[in-house]
């Protein structure tokens, strides 16, 4: 069995983020800094699952579990999940959910083997500096890659679906698509077409505004995917989201 992949996340601050008047306030608060420093690490917490927080029962409060995992003061825990919530930073999905939806368009990522071939493409940049006399087959080269991207997409058909039921059928999704698109398919509750993709802990979210989708919600996409599998109009698209 191939040892599975290591993949590399990081926290894109932005550059304006200490003059946002949330985070303005809240350092004017007293411990304020403690609790920006307490901000941040909630944020690197979630990276890994599209900012979603999940309460594990751990301990008998939210604020006491993640004072565990941070190895901070419960009580400052309490006061900065007070104000995010005060400020829409962060928002319960339900009972042991709970979404910071910044740290959605700040996460980046990439895998092992991405990080080697950006590597590998920086080092032909710079040998490309010096094809002064092989102009022509350096824009070969670089039309080749164009080409090659293009083909990053992989659609798969699901003939190598077990579609014996539907349990199954989600089961194969969650486990082979997390953080990959789906398919642009219709929500029957608006009649709008949607982009659906599947966070690391599994919850449907919708790819154009990155919300995650309420469990009555999630359970229709979910029947309306299925439907399209077993008539054979659903294509899935490898494509890594993040």
């Not at 590399?8 to 304006?16: E, F, G, I, N, S």
């Not at 959910?97 to 740290?103: A, F, H, I, R």
């Not at 798969?156 to 989600?170: A, D, N």
């Not at 982009?195 to 690391?200: F, G, L």
């Amino acid at each position: 069995m191939s040892a599975k992949t290591k993949r590399y996340y990081w926290l894109k601050l932005k550059d304006d983020f200490f003059s946002d008047p949330r985070i303005k306030k809240l350092r004017r608060i007293a411990g304020g800094d403690t609790y920006t420093v307490i901000l941040l690490k909630l944020m690197l917490l979630t990276v890994k699952s599209d900012g979603l927080l999940v309460y594990e029962g751990i301990e008998s409060t939210l604020a006491l579990e993640l004072a565990l995992k941070m190895d901070e003061d419960d009580k400052n825990v309490e006061a900065t999940l007070i104000y995010m919530q005060n400020m829409g930073l962060i928002q319960e999905v339900d009972d042991q959910v709970y979404d910071l939806p910044q740290v959605r368009e700040l996460t980046g990522s990439e895998s092992e083997s991405a990080a080697r071939v950006r590597k590998h493409r920086k080092e032909k940049q710079l040998k490309s500096l010096h094809c002064n006399e092989q102009v022509t087959q350096c824009n070969k080269n670089v039309t080749t890659e164009k080409r090659d991207k293009r083909k990053e997409i992989e659609k798969e058909p699901l003939s190598i679906v077990s579609l014996q039921s539907f349990e199954s059928f989600v089961s194969y999704i969650r486990a082979s698509f997390i953080n990959k698109k789906i398919v642009r398919t219709i929500d029957k509750w608006s009649n709008k077409p949607i982009t659906v993709s599947v966070s690391a802990q599994g919850y449907l979210y919708d790819l154009d505004t990155g919300k995650t989708f309420m469990a009555t919600r999630a359970k229709e996409i979910w029947k309306n995917l299925y439907e399209h599998a077993k008539d054979g109009t659903l294509v899935l698209e490898r494509k890594e989201t993040a």
